[in-house]
């Protein structure tokens, strides 16, 4: 069974820097974009971004100049950093498989959310 | 970027009786759209891709229908687990993927 596990750090301050990563269990990381998504009560479920294996990403308007997402094909691990935080990205995020390259769609497989504060 | 707008915002029914749950996107997303169900506390789940394909492990009685900028998912027969929040998703003009509001079908 596929299985994304995903860590990193929970209360953070204004201005600065969230990292997470997200581990892909059981699964190649070739052929499937790996998404970042976002739900907050205020804005609902965001798709922040993906990246593909070959390190080509997609990012949201709304985030980019802040998001840097990344993945390491030998690790199977895919990274999120968002930059110059702001009250308002307090969220959980969610890592996610999305299989669309290989023509399908939705996101298939979830990481079981990590609840980011950000709070002065 | 494409807007996805759900309707209603909760439904109230009773166990065994028929969901309707709607979303309409903005513009013409062909039948790029996927579903999924959420429960408190946990990610949401894949129910429906490409507007009707139930993912692996769906009950039959979940069953999508629409294409251009109308769609429906029906619940059929509401069993206990089925009570949450569902949210559609297009995936068919992208960056971004956009999300619907959701809506939540609660016990009456």
């Known amino acids: 069974q596929v299985k994304l596990h995903q860590w990193g750090a929970g209360l953070l301050k204004p201005s600065e820097t969230l990292s997470l990563t997200c581990a892909v269990y059981?699964?190649?990381?070739?052929?499937?974009?790996w998404a970042w998504i976002r739900q907050s009560p205020e804005k609902g479920l965001e798709w922040l971004g993906e990246?593909?294996?070959?390190?080509?990403?997609n990012v949201n308007p709304s985030v980019k100049g802040r998001l840097t997402i990344s993945i390491d094909t030998f690790k199977k691990e895919v990274s999120l950093k968002l930059t110059s935080l702001i009250v308002t990205d307090t969220a959980v995020y969610y890592c996610?498989?999305?299989?669309?390259?290989?023509?399908?769609?939705?996101?298939?497989?979830w990481g079981q959310g990590a609840r980011i504060t950000v709070s002065s | 970027e494409i807007v996805m707008t759900q309707s209603p915002a909760t439904l109230s029914l009773s166990p065994g009786e028929r969901a309707t749950l709607s979303c309409r996107a903005s513009?013409?997303?062909?039948?790029?759209l996927a579903w999924y169900q959420q429960k408190s506390g946990q990610p949401p789940r894949l129910l429906i891709s490409a507007a009707s394909t139930r993912a692996t492990g769906v009950p039959n009685r979940f069953s999508g229908s629409g294409s251009g900028t109308d769609f429906t998912l029906t619940i059929n027969g509401l069993q206990s687990e089925d009570f949450g929040i569902y949210f559609c998703?297009?995936?068919?003009?992208?960056?971004?993927?956009?999300f619907g509001q959701g809506t939540r079908v609660e016990v009456k």
């Open positions: 998703q297009q995936y068919s003009d992208w960056p971004p993927r956009t």
């Open positions: 996610a498989r999305d299989p669309a390259p290989r023509g399908g769609g939705g996101f298939d497989f």
């Open positions: 059981n699964a190649p990381v070739s052929g499937y974009y």
């Open positions: 990246v593909d294996h070959r390190g080509i990403t």
């Open positions: 513009h013409n997303i062909r039948n790029d």
